[in-house]
């Protein structure tokens, strides 16, 4: 028993030492209340320490993305994203952890195909517009400097041309993450529902469910 209890607190390093504590100390408990003391009878009660260890991340996961989302100190957009795209990647982690049926683990992969999808896309996305405004944006502000002199008005067209462009490649910057963060919000938030309906949890889970 100690054993299974010692492999599930190694695969809990995200979570802080008191959250840590907290767990083990839970779970210790419980299977000394229910009188389990091999490591197979631990995992024949809570799953293997992997998949014990995998649902009680996205448990956290999900608390702390609830609790920040509801907070009403001003948040960085760039920090819940990354936060909503750990909760996702814990979930999907927790999921393919657990024994499911044909039908669900078809949904498991679809959303670890769409996850997959948005943050390739968004990254293509970012890239593709950056090198294309930003490039336009240099070369008119070059070709602008060049020819100031020669032909101030055409120097000042293609100078004003380049320095929009530059303007404009932030703004495309600015709209990109806006709409990828909604995008990610809105995944997190489907993943979170998969996860709280099919997600099988055993008694002492559902004990100390956050």
Known sequence: ???????????????????????IAYYREYLLDAGIETYEQAVDELGTPRSLARKVLADYSIRSSSQESQSTK??????????????????????????????ILLVIGALFIAFAAVIFSLIVAAFAV?????????????VGVTTLFQAPWTGIFYLGMGLAALGGSWLCWLIVK???????????????KIYDRFIPRSRAERGHKL
């Open 130 to 142: 950056f090198l294309s405004v930003i490039a336009v944006g240099i070369v008119g502000v070059v």
């Open 178 to 192: 806006w709409f990828g963060s909604k995008v990610i919000w809105a995944l997190s938030w489907t993943a979170k």
């Open 74 to 103: 001003s948040r960085s957009d760039i920090q819940a994203t990354k936060n909503n795209v750990k909760t996702v990647w814990l979930i999907i982690l927790a999921l393919l952890s657990t024994p499911v049926t044909i039908p």
């Open 1 to 23: 028993m100690n054993d299974y209890i010692q492999t599930v607190q190694k695969l809990l390093g995200q979570l802080t030492t008191a959250e840590q504590q907290d767990v």
